[in-house]
């Protein structure tokens, strides 16, 4: 079985021509399975599973498909080395892993199919490996790169 591909664009391509090559529509938007009812697919191991999730929607007579996808981009992983910069509990390891993810910017790191039946998401999701890493550095930044102690915030301002 060949590696985990680094860049997920054409998965995300591929994804596209099936779900309109069965004449479904997509709808662009984001599944957050932790605020709705949902089911992840199980694709045990099977890099081409998401063609049965399409198929399965179409056969659940699903009107449409949601369809969601990140590429990682310059901005945001620059914010993510500032914040990080500016934390006195980042260590060297979380700044070298995120100078690290500038291999990754442009490329596609994440895909979401999604529709719902009967008052449940069923959800696809797939992932490249750096893509969790991403994840793990943005969860660190948030934590503990919070807003800075010296600047007002929001409700100090009006």
């Known amino acids: ?66 369809t969601d996808s990140w590429t990682l981009r310059k901005e945001e992983l620059e914010q993510i080395l500032q914040r990080l910069a500016n934390t006195e509990f980042t260590n060297d390891e979380d700044m070298e892993d995120a100078r690290w993810l500038r291999t990754y910017v442009g490329k596609t790191g994440f895909v979401q199919l999604g529709f719902a039946h009967e008052g449940i998401m ?23 790169g919070g807003i800075p102690i010296d600047e007002p915030d929001q409700d100090d301002e009006s």
Request: net charge negative; proline share 7%.
């Open 1 to 66: 079985m060949s590696p985990a591909p680094d860049d997920l664009s054409s998965l995300k391509d591929d994804m596209i021509a099936f779900i309109e090559g069965h004449g479904m529509r997509r709808f662009h938007g984001y599944v957050d399975y932790e605020e709705v009812p949902s089911v992840m697919w199980k694709s045990e191991d099977n890099p081409d599973s998401w063609k049965d999730f399409v198929e399965l929607a179409k056969a659940a007579s699903a009107p449409f498909l949601i």
């Open 122 to 144: 069923l959800v696809y999701e797939a992932s490249t490996p750096w893509y969790d890493h991403y994840q793990r550095l943005l969860e660190v930044a948030e934590d503990f």
